[in-house]
């Protein structure tokens, strides 16, 4: 059966589909009370499953990078009850945490040990529907239907070990939802990027069980638009690996970008941002604050990013 094309704003709230989710990461600084500089890189995003029992199931996972502290720290909630859909809007809680909003305008609570955040983001870029009008092909994942607010104006408080710290910042937030084959032993990496000439970049790079990239798609984002991007126009190539002493994961470490006219370095801001959630949820990743350098159309840029590593057969 065909998918149909994504609708804003009434494909902001739940759908009835298996696999959905509704992912934030950010790039936040800030003083506290005694004047001391605080960076911090988070992602929060709420998954809803349906078919797994006899009600939806959601999972919140949320995560801090520290990057004064050079510190990382997550956690995550659980619900089985029925989210309320709201007309052209999504409300989301798991235990303590939600967020709540309609991607132009959101709000988000979360916390772990030692970490709380309450933050507003407000659109300054319209969305982008990836693919063809929100739908794209992940190959052996399947077919999804897919959006994201790219440039998100982010305020809040976030309290670090007791100190609030008012914090500003820029935020991404993907929504994306299908028939999504998580359990089929493939796995994907995953890039947004912000970068300091207006420009902002998604890149997804599908690789099967035996690890190679068997499907690669993107989106640029421009002050006149944005423009699909093929598996023949972006690439990828790891600079270094890292091996979790958690769990003995092998996971790429800096990577090299191409682009239509031009080539990108991200590095991550701290190499130990993996998620081991294999005794509740059944998956490991690595989701990490980023930074970027690079060319593009012969001029020097620079930003922000933030990865995601599925690797293949851990989800």
């Given at each position: 059966?065909?998918?149909?094309?994504?609708?804003?704003?009434?494909?902001?709230?739940?759908?009835?589909?298996?696999?959905?989710?509704?992912?934030?990461?950010?790039?936040?600084?800030?003083?506290?009370?005694?004047?001391?500089?605080?960076?911090?890189?988070y992602e929060?995003?709420?998954?809803?499953?349906?078919?797994?029992?006899?009600?939806?199931?959601?999972?919140?996972?949320?995560?801090?990078?520290?990057?004064?502290?050079?510190?990382?720290?997550?956690?995550?909630?659980?619900?089985?009850?029925?989210?309320?859909?709201?007309?052209?809007?999504?409300?989301?809680?798991?235990?303590?945490?939600?967020?709540?909003?309609?991607?132009?305008?959101?709000?988000?609570?979360?916390?772990?040990?030692?970490y709380s955040?309450?933050?507003?983001?407000?659109?300054?870029?319209?969305?982008?529907?990836?693919?063809?009008?929100?739908?794209?092909?992940?190959?052996?994942?399947?077919?999804?239907s897919y959006?994201?607010?790219?440039?998100?104006?982010?305020?809040?408080?976030?309290?670090?070990?007791?100190?609030?710290?008012?914090?500003?910042?820029?935020?991404?937030?993907?929504?994306?939802?299908?028939?999504?084959?998580?359990?089929?032993?493939?796995?994907?990496?995953?890039?947004?990027?912000?970068?300091?000439?207006?420009?902002?970049?998604?890149?997804?790079?599908?690789?099967?069980?035996?690890?190679?990239?068997?499907?690669?798609?993107?989106?640029?984002?421009?002050?006149?638009?944005?423009?699909?991007?093929?598996?023949?126009?972006?690439?990828?190539?790891?600079?270094?690996?890292?091996?979790?002493?958690?769990?003995?994961?092998?996971?790429?470490?800096?990577?090299?970008?191409?682009?239509?006219?031009?080539?990108?370095?991200?590095?991550?801001?701290?190499?130990?941002?993996?998620?081991?959630?294999?005794?509740?949820?059944?998956?490991?990743?690595?989701?990490?604050?980023?930074?970027?350098?690079?060319?593009?159309?012969?001029?020097?840029?620079?930003?922000?990013?933030?990865?995601?590593?599925?690797?293949?057969?851990?989800?």
């Amino acid at each position: 059966m065909a998918v149909p094309p994504v609708q804003l704003a009434a494909d902001e709230a739940p759908h009835h589909d298996a696999v959905e989710w509704w992912y934030f990461n950010g790039h936040l600084t800030g003083r506290d009370r005694a004047g001391q500089v605080h960076s911090y890189g988070y992602e929060y995003v709420t998954f809803q499953f349906i078919g797994l029992g006899p009600k939806p199931l959601y999972f919140g996972n949320f995560a801090v990078t520290d990057l004064t502290a050079k510190s990382f720290h997550y956690g995550e909630e659980q619900a089985s009850h029925p989210v309320p859909v709201e007309r052209d809007s999504f409300a989301l809680s798991t235990g303590p945490w939600s967020m709540h909003g309609t991607g132009t305008d959101d709000v988000l609570r979360a916390g772990v040990a030692g970490y709380s955040v309450r933050l507003r983001l407000q659109a300054t870029r319209p969305a982008v529907l990836h693919g063809r009008r929100g739908v794209v092909d992940l190959g052996p994942l399947g077919t999804s239907s897919y959006y994201s607010f790219t440039s998100l104006r982010t305020t809040g408080t976030l309290v670090d070990h007791g100190t609030p710290v008012a914090v500003t910042g820029q935020s991404w937030m993907d929504h994306e939802w299908g028939a999504i084959d998580l359990f089929g032993g493939a796995g994907w990496d995953w890039f947004s990027l912000q970068l300091s000439d207006g420009r902002q970049y998604m890149l997804y790079f599908v690789r099967d069980a035996s690890g190679e990239v068997v499907q690669a798609l993107g989106t640029e984002v421009g002050p006149r638009g944005s423009t699909s991007l093929t598996g023949a126009m972006v690439a990828e190539r790891a600079l270094g690996s890292w091996t979790s002493p958690a769990t003995g994961i092998r996971y790429s470490s800096g990577w090299a970008l191409s682009v239509p006219g031009g080539h990108l370095v991200v590095t991550p801001d701290m190499v130990d941002q993996e998620l081991d959630l294999a005794a509740s949820q059944g998956s490991v990743y690595w989701e990490g604050d980023s930074s970027v350098s690079g060319v593009i159309a012969g001029e020097p840029v620079h930003g922000v990013a933030y990865v995601e590593l599925n690797p293949p057969g851990r989800l």
